[in-house]
C-alpha cells in the first residue's frame, strides 16, 4: 500500500478532491437543508396529509443502490416511531418483479430517493406502481433539478417533488451528501422532527470530520484486505452503505461485508480472516444494544481489540470506540447519518492506500456513476 494521505492539498493529485471536498461539507449541507425544509413545510405538508389519512395506506421507501439503502435505514424507524406501515424496497425489485413489490393493490405512498433521477430503474419504478396500483401518490426526493425523475413528476398531479440543496448533488463517484441529505430528509419530513435534530446530526459530524479524520484514515495504514459492517435495526441498512462505499472507492481492492450483529454467526461468520478489519455501529437503544456489544466481544475474541472499531452514540466500555456527540437521545436512524461519515472517511482512506482514484475509481468504465445498460421490458399487469 502507498502511504495514506487525505490532505485537502494533495487530493487533487491523489483523483480524490470532490469526494474529500462532498464528505467534508456534509454538516453545512444539513444547515441548509434545515432552513429549505422548513421553508417548504407547508407545501410538503399539504401535499403528505390527506394522503397519509389514507385508510390502509401502505408507504413505500425506494430507490436503487445507496439510495435504496437511505430507504432501509428510515422505514424501521418510521414504522416505529409512528406506529404505521412503512416499507423499503429497491427500485431494482419493484423493476423485476413489480406483481410481488405491489402484490397488495392498497393505497400506496411511493417515496422515491435518487441522487440524479437518471438511473433507467427510478422512473421505470413509478410507472409501474401506476400501472400496478389502484391508488398510488409520489413523493420525490432527489438532488437533481435536471434529472429524469424531477422532471416526470415536478407538475404531476399526484406528486409533489423535495429538491435537495445544490451541494447535496455530488460530483464524485460515491454518493456521500446526497445520501445523507436524502436519508434525513426523508426522516424529517415524516417524523415531524424539527431543525434542532439536524443541528445535533451536524455537530456530531463536524466533531469527527475536525478531530477524528486522520485517527480514521490512520486505519487504512494496516494491511487489511477485508472490512466487516455489521448493526442492528437502521444500523443494518448502514453497514450495507458503509461496505458498499468501501467496495465502490477501492474498486474491489479492499473486499467488505455486512450483515446484521445477530445475523452474522449463521454463517457468514466465515468471513472472519487475520486480515479482517470489524466495524460495529452499536444501537442507542439499551435492548438492541446488548445484541451489538455480545458481537463486539467475540469479534474482539476472534480478531483482536485493535481489529474492532466500535461506531455509537451511547457510553460503551471501550476507549477507543468512536463517539458520535450528543445524539443519545436521537433515535439511531436520525444518529446513522452521523455514523456513515467516518465510513466515508475510512472508504476513501483505504481507496488512496491502495492506489484508486476514488472521484473515479473505474476509469475504464466498468462500473458507472449512474447506471447503465439497463433495458426497461414491457410489463402487463394482471388486475
Known amino acids: ?13 491523489r483523483g480524490a478532491a470532490a469526494t474529500i471536498a462532498e464528505i467534508s461539507r456534509q454538516p453545512a449541507v444539513w444547515r441548509e437543508l434545515a432552513d429549505l425544509l422548513a421553508a417548504q413545510g407547508p407545501d410538503v405538508d399539504a401535499f403528505l396529509s390527506p394522503v397519509l389519512a389514507t385508510p390502509g395506506l401502505r408507504v413505500v421507501l425506494t430507490g436503487a443502490g445507496t439510495s435504496a439503502f437511505a430507504g432501509g435505514v428510515a422505514a424501521p424507524a418510521l414504522s416505529r416511531l409512528l406506529h404505521r406501515r412503512f416499507d423499503a424496497v429497491a427500485t ?21 430517493l435518487a441522487r ?15 400501472e400496478v396500483l389502484s391508488n398510488v401518490h409520489h413523493l420525490v426526493i432527489t438532488c437533481d433539478r435536471t434529472g429524469a425523475l424531477h422532471r416526470a413528476h415536478e407538475a404531476a398531479a399526484r406528486s409533489h417533488v423535495v429538491l435537495m ?5 455530488d460530483t464524485g463517484f460515491a454518493m456521500t451528501s446526497s445520501f445523507t441529505s436524502m436519508l434525513l430528509t426523508v426522516l424529517t419530513l415524516f417524523s415531524r422532527s424539527g431543525r434542532s435534530a439536524i443541528h445535533s446530526v451536524a455537530a456530531a459530524a463536524q466533531h469527527v ?8 484514515a490512520s486505519i487504512a495504514s494496516h494491511p487489511y484486505t477485508r472490512v466487516v459492517y455489521l448493526g442492528s435495526g437502521a444500523f443494518s441498512a448502514l453497514a450495507q452503505e458503509a461496505a458498499l462505499k468501501l467496495l465502490e472507492l477501492t474498486a474491489g481492492r479492499v473486499v467488505s461485508f455486512h450483515d446484521s450483529a445477530l445475523g452474522f454467526r449463521h454463517g457468514p461468520k466465515a468471513v472472519l480472516t487475520d486480515d479482517t478489519l470489524a466495524v460495529a455501529f452499536v444501537s442507542a ?28 452514540t451511547g457510553d460503551v466500555d471501550d476507549p477507543n470506540a468512536l463517539h458520535l456527540q ?9 444518529a446513522a447519518v452521523a455514523a456513515v461519515v467516518p465510513a466515508q472517511i475510512l472508504a476513501l482512506s483505504f481507496a488512496l492506500a491502495v492506489g484508486t482514484t476514488p472521484d473515479n475509481p473505474f476509469p475504464k468504465g466498468d462500473v458507472n456513476r449512474v447506471v447503465q445498460g439497463v433495458e426497461i421490458h414491457p410489463f402487463v399487469p394482471q388486475r
Open 92 to 112: 431494482t425489485d419493484i423493476v423485476a418483479d413489480p406483481s410481488a413489490a405491489f402484490a397488495e393493490d392498497v393505497p400506496t405512498l411511493l417515496v422515491s
Open 285 to 312: 437503544d439499551d435492548y438492541t444494544r446488548r445484541y451489538d456489544l455480545d458481537i463486539v466481544r467475540e469479534l474482539r475474541g476472534a480478531l483482536g481489540n485493535d481489529q474492532v472499531l466500535v461506531i455509537t
Open 209 to 216: 470530520i475536525a478531530d477524528r479524520w486522520q485517527d480514521i
Open 1 to 13: 500500500m502507498t502511504e495514506t494521505t487525505t490532505s485537502i492539498s494533495d487530493a487533487a493529485t
Open 326 to 334: 450528543g445524539l443519545g437521545d436521537l433515535d439511531d436512524a436520525f
Open 165 to 169: 440543496p445544490e451541494q447535496a448533488n
Open 116 to 130: 440524479s433521477g437518471n438511473s433507467p430503474e427510478s422512473l421505470a419504478a413509478t410507472r409501474l406502481a401506476d
